[in-house]
């Protein structure tokens, strides 16, 4: 749990750190995901380290948040679309950090296999620590794609690549969609040169290139076709348009050549 939550503290301070040098117009400025503002990408991810931090801290009090929210699945929807909104960027910011502070030193607390609850089934700490991690980069994505800035991958993306495997059979099963059984390799290029693996040697089927790029698609904010990544096989080539790694309804990511994004 300490690599986990290092880990995600750094995540948090890297894009806190971009979000620091704006003014209140460039908070405004929208984003390539949906409609959404940079100031709603940080809405987003404080509400959630918000219920997260509930969740890490009282599990019972979550359980009647959660009943609320499958009484009234609409009333949620509103929260979510005002939460925030009348707050100045200042303000955003400290609630951000005071939940998302208070989830962590709980997280920390945990031992990887306690079970915390979440928006569906319960999760083990270690993942709920490493999904709170992976929607915390890929709204951070969205956030550098907006402003034109490259951010340095660094090695902590093998949790979200190790999510990224590990969800294969969820990509499929939240479409209502069968499996498929034949195995993918996946050969990865760590920031630091390292080599990831996962999968059979021999299989036909195969993912290889950067962490960076496999990440990429597996949170849905590049089509494979705008990556290194060389994919092969049907299978491979299939389970990349469909990859996604996070919780939710099915949805698509963006067409080849809709999210290449230049930056400085």
């Given at each position: 749990?300490?690599?986990?939550?290092?880990?995600?503290?750094?995540?948090?301070?890297?894009?806190?750190?971009?979000?620091?040098d704006?003014?209140?117009?460039?908070?405004?400025?929208?984003?390539?995901?949906?409609?959404?503002?940079?100031?709603?990408?940080?809405?987003?991810?404080?509400?959630?380290?918000?219920?997260a931090?509930?969740?890490?801290?009282?599990?019972?009090?979550?359980?009647?948040?959660?009943?609320?929210?499958?009484?009234?699945?609409?009333?949620?929807?509103?929260?979510?679309?005002?939460?925030?909104?009348?707050?100045?960027?200042?303000?955003?910011?400290?609630?951000?950090?005071?939940?998302?502070?208070?989830?962590?030193?709980?997280?920390?607390?945990?031992?990887?296999?306690?079970?915390?609850?979440?928006?569906?089934?319960?999760?083990?700490?270690?993942?709920?620590?490493?999904?709170?991690?992976?929607?915390?980069?890929?709204?951070?994505?969205?956030?550098?794609?907006?402003?034109?800035i490259?951010?340095?991958?660094?090695?902590?993306?093998?949790?979200?690549a190790?999510?990224?495997?590990?969800?294969?059979?969820?990509?499929?099963?939240?479409?209502?969609?069968?499996?498929?059984?034949?195995?993918?390799?996946?050969?990865?290029?760590?920031?630091?040169?390292?080599?990831?693996?996962?999968?059979?040697?021999?299989?036909?089927?195969?993912?290889?290139?950067?962490?960076?790029?496999?990440?990429?698609?597996?949170?849905?904010?590049?089509?494979?076709?705008?990556?290194?990544?060389?994919?092969?096989?049907?299978?491979?080539?299939?389970?990349?348009e469909?990859?996604?790694?996070?919780?939710?309804?099915?949805?698509?990511?963006?067409?080849?050549?809709?999210?290449?994004?230049?930056?400085?």
């Open positions: 749990m300490e690599t986990i939550c290092n880990d995600l503290k750094a995540e948090h301070e890297e894009l806190e750190g971009v979000l620091a704006l003014d209140e117009n460039q908070w405004e400025i929208k984003t390539p995901f949906l409609t959404w503002r940079i100031k709603d990408e940080i809405r987003h991810l404080a509400y959630f380290d918000d219920r931090a509930l969740a890490a801290t009282d599990p019972e009090a979550f359980n009647h948040h959660l009943d609320e929210v499958l009484n009234d699945f609409d009333a949620f929807e509103q929260t979510l679309e005002q939460v925030g909104l009348d707050m100045s960027p200042e303000e955003l910011m400290q609630w951000w950090r005071e939940k998302r502070g208070i989830m962590l030193e709980a997280l920390a607390r945990c031992s990887p296999k306690d079970r915390l609850p979440w928006y569906g089934p319960t999760m083990s700490a270690l993942s709920f620590a490493t999904a709170r991690l992976m929607e915390t980069w890929a709204h951070g994505q969205d956030v550098f794609d907006t402003l034109r490259r951010r340095t991958p660094k090695d902590r993306l093998r949790h979200i190790e999510l990224g495997i590990r969800t294969f059979g969820w990509t499929y099963s939240n479409r209502g969609l069968q499996a498929p059984e034949e195995p993918v390799r996946v050969e990865l290029k760590g920031p630091s040169g390292d080599l990831w693996t996962w999968g059979p040697e021999d299989a036909e089927n195969r993912i290889q290139g950067p962490a960076e790029d496999f990440c990429l698609v597996v949170v849905q904010r590049r089509h494979v076709d705008d990556t290194a990544l060389k994919v092969t096989g049907g299978v491979a080539r299939d389970w990349m469909k990859a996604q790694c996070f919780a939710g309804p099915p949805v698509d990511g963006p067409k080849p050549g809709e999210r290449v994004i230049n930056t400085s």
